[in-house]
């Protein structure tokens, strides 16, 4: 039956996390009601219902369409998302609450919830950088809940990113006094984060050249933070900063809410109003790959015009890849638009989607050192096993987690062999001793 209903909604539940999670929901409330309504609640019927709930929630025809199991946590995590987003829909605290609960149930049901972890952390680490937040209360009380779950391990890093945040809001109002105190005098309106690099899904960005109006600032804080942090190294993660700039060439002055590699290209056109592709990529050092998303995105919304390309060829189907070095682009000093503030900080579909691969690699990566680590505790301790009963135990260990497959798990056995933490006996090349 939860097979046959998710088929029905399986081509809007690919890629709509309400859709999926919310008919998964339903379809647990119906047969619930059922078990305890008209078998009050036995056991094997409780029994029998949560089997079938782990069976179609794991695998069905969206997890099949996708080619792999870890889509369910992935479009839970993304559910969850929306849920905790500013502007969210459900906006009752009580409404809430109860959702939370249904997400849990659901939770409850998933195999890899590491991929669910995962996930979760990425967009939680957006949603706090980003000011997203609808609640602080409402990320603790799913944290929390998430704790009850599965451990102060699954969350602990979930919570560090939550002391991060506080501890910058107090580190940024001692560098306000630091800058009074030394009479610097800053014209760019500034806040800042400082994220310990352990506890972020955040890797280091591209360099680029500080433009003039913010290298002051930059240097600033950097000279404050490392006075006060002797051997800490600041290492800025541009990718996910983002400010606001205010045009004057327009006749409406417009606030342009922009991410950093944004702010960097506008600023050049102070110093001129037409720039060839080439000299724009001299003149910052952003990588040419990322310099041309980011220009996509600022003619597709009319900021910025290429001679080169037609109104007619921007469309959909053109690509960041179809602007050539040797394009000319100008500032649109008509620029015109019926909102006066302008969020032009969204970021494109290829760059999402590379974000969600990169997800799974690294989701694959530290699966085989959990499964490398778990095979050794258990030789530790067993000294010698065969070869099939240690992987039953290692698949044991690790279901509270993830669901290894056996593939992994021989490569991840040959490969402490070639580390020389485990050994074949030779008499017997089924039988595996823990070497000390």
Not at 111 to 131: I, N, P, S, W
Not at 234 to 259: A, C, D, M, N
Request: proline share 2%.
């Amino acid at each position: 039956m939860g097979i046959h209903t998710i088929e029905r909604v399986s081509s809007t539940a690919i890629n709509d996390p309400k859709v999926y999670i919310e008919t998964i929901i339903d379809i647990h409330k119906k047969f619930l009601k059922l078990v305890q309504e008209s078998f009050n609640g036995e056991q094997g019927f409780t029994a029998a219902l949560d089997k079938a709930c782990g069976k179609f929630i794991n695998n069905n025809i969206v997890t099949q369409t996708a080619g792999s199991t870890t889509k369910s946590p992935e479009l839970l995590a993304r559910y969850c998302d929306a849920l905790l987003r500013k502007g969210s829909k459900a906006v009752e605290e009580t409404d809430l609450e109860e959702k939370f609960n249904q997400i849990m149930i659901v939770f409850n049901y998933i195999e890899d919830k590491d991929v669910y972890q995962k996930f979760y952390g990425k967009m939680l680490a957006k949603r706090l950088v980003g000011q997203l937040s609808a609640s602080d209360d409402y990320e603790e009380s799913m944290i929390s809940k998430l704790k009850q779950a599965c451990g102060f391990e699954y969350t602990s890093k979930l919570q560090r990113m939550f002391q991060d945040i506080g501890v910058s809001k107090t580190l940024i109002c001692e560098y306000e006094k630091y800058c009074q105190n030394h009479h610097i005098i800053d014209i760019v309106d500034f806040s800042v984060m400082v994220l310990s690099s352990n506890s972020w899904p955040f890797s280091g960005s591209s360099n680029f050249i500080i433009p003039i109006e913010l290298k002051s600032t930059f240097d600033s804080f950097t000279e404050f933070y490392t006075h006060r942090h002797n051997g800490r190294k600041l290492t800025w993660l541009h990718q996910h900063s983002k400010g606001e700039l205010q045009t004057f060439f327009t006749s409406q002055k417009y606030i342009l809410q922009v991410s950093t590699y944004q702010m960097v290209i506008l600023l050049l056109f102070n110093k001129v109003l037409t720039w060839t592709v080439e000299r724009l990529q001299d003149e910052t050092q952003i990588k040419s790959e990322l310099l041309l998303q980011v220009l996509l995105g600022l003619l597709k919304n009319k900021l910025l015009i290429c001679t080169d390309i037609t109104d007619d060829e921007l469309d959909e189907d053109f690509k960041d890849t179809d602007i050539k070095m040797n394009y000319s682009i100008r500032l649109a000093t008509d620029f015109k638009s019926k909102k006066l503030r302008i969020n032009l900080n969204v970021p494109l579909k290829s760059v999402e989607q590379k974000d969600i691969e990169g997800v799974h690699r690294t989701i694959d990566e530290d699966r085989k050192m959990v499964i490398q680590a778990a095979i050794v505790r258990i030789m530790k301790a067993r000294q010698t096993l065969k070869h099939a009963l240690l992987m039953q135990e290692v698949i044991q260990q690790l279901s509270s987690r993830f669901r290894p497959k056996i593939p992994v798990i021989k490569k991840c056995i040959d490969i402490l062999i070639e580390k020389e933490y485990l050994e074949r006996q030779s008499n017997e090349k089924d039988i595996l001793r823990y070497l000390a």
